[in-house]
């Protein structure tokens, strides 16, 4: 997936020297079209990803409704404790990633198929395979029984975040930072490669990722994401 401020300076950069390999400019036209692709078929799972949500909705409206009913309400001047600021990442994180796990098996399609590509500069090939594997370990990503570890830390008596919790924390971390910049790093050193038709291409999927997913699919996620912490705290109707 492109990085939008990414794209856009690239869209400034110098002509591509005469000297491009043409196994250098069928690789950077190669990630460039995967890249499209991807933006693409995010867009289309949209509607998939909203049913993955409501469907958590439903199954924390039929285990553990209001179960973080009576969770601590702090004060402007006090801060979260430890455990309460890791439950409400899991909670926001898990609730995301059900939506993002509707993906899993095409970013991990993509991911391969990024990886496959070869160019001479060595660097470059190194950075598209981290970039690959950091896609491919996020899509395994599975979050945790929400419902499950938010009745642990009920029973903790608020204090204590349950192992499940800050082992997926600590994954989902390790995961994200093991790629941070790299993709940013790639578009850069592509820059050399591209050809006037890579420019176009580059301009459309700026235009596109700039966009991003009709404005109503996004408000309807974040209502049925809204309603699910609104289940667990017993404030739905």
């Given at each position: 997936?492109?990085?939008?401020?990414?794209?856009?300076?690239?869209?400034?950069?110098?002509?591509?020297?005469?000297?491009?390999?043409?196994?250098?400019?069928?690789?950077?036209?190669?990630?460039?079209?995967?890249?499209?692709?991807?933006?693409?078929?995010?867009?289309?799972?949209?509607?998939?990803?909203?049913?993955?949500?409501?469907?958590?909705?439903?199954?924390?409206?039929?285990?553990?409704?209001?179960?973080?009913?009576?969770?601590?309400?702090?004060?402007?001047?006090?801060?979260?404790?430890?455990?309460?600021?890791?439950?409400?990442?899991?909670?926001?994180?898990?609730?995301?990633?059900?939506?993002?796990?509707?993906?899993?098996?095409?970013?991990?399609?993509?991911?391969?198929?990024?990886?496959?590509?070869?160019?001479?500069?060595?660097?470059?090939?190194?950075?598209?395979?981290?970039?690959?594997?950091?896609?491919?370990?996020?899509?395994?990503?599975?979050?945790?029984?929400?419902?499950?570890?938010?009745?642990?830390?009920?029973?903790?008596?608020?204090?204590?975040?349950?192992?499940?919790?800050?082992?997926?924390?600590?994954?989902?971390?390790?995961?994200?930072?093991?790629?941070?910049?790299?993709?940013?790093?790639?578009?850069?050193?592509?820059?050399?490669?591209?050809?006037?038709?890579?420019?176009?291409?580059?301009?459309?999927?700026?235009?596109?990722?700039?966009?991003?997913?009709?404005?109503?699919?996004?408000?309807?996620?974040?209502?049925v994401i809204a309603k699910g912490n609104e289940l667990l705290r017993g404030s739905a109707t």
């Amino acid at each position: 997936m492109s990085a939008a401020a990414v794209l856009l300076a690239g869209l400034c950069a110098p002509a591509a020297p005469a000297a491009v390999s043409s196994g250098d400019a069928a690789a950077t036209r190669a990630y460039l079209r995967l890249d499209y692709a991807e933006l693409h078929a995010r867009t289309k799972g949209f509607p998939a990803a909203i049913a993955a949500a409501e469907k958590l909705d439903g199954r924390i409206g039929a285990q553990c409704p209001g179960v973080l009913a009576h969770e601590p309400k702090p004060s402007l001047e006090a801060r979260l404790n430890r455990s309460e600021v890791e439950v409400r990442e899991e909670e926001q994180e898990g609730m995301v990633g059900v939506a993002e796990n509707t993906e899993a098996a095409r970013r991990r399609r993509y991911a391969k198929a990024v990886a496959h590509l070869r160019w001479r500069d060595p660097a470059l090939n190194r950075l598209v395979r981290i970039y690959a594997t950091g896609e491919a370990r996020v899509a395994a990503l599975r979050p945790p029984d929400f419902c499950a570890d938010a009745q642990a830390w009920v029973a903790s008596g608020y204090r204590t975040a349950p192992p499940a919790t800050l082992r997926y924390l600590h994954r989902r971390s390790a995961a994200e930072k093991s790629y941070e910049g790299a993709e940013h790093a790639i578009v850069r050193r592509l820059r050399r490669f591209e050809s006037p038709a890579d420019r176009r291409l580059l301009k459309q999927i700026f235009h596109y990722e700039e966009a991003g997913p009709p404005p109503a699919l996004v408000e309807k996620l974040f209502a049925v994401i809204a309603k699910g912490n609104e289940l667990l705290r017993g404030s739905a109707t």
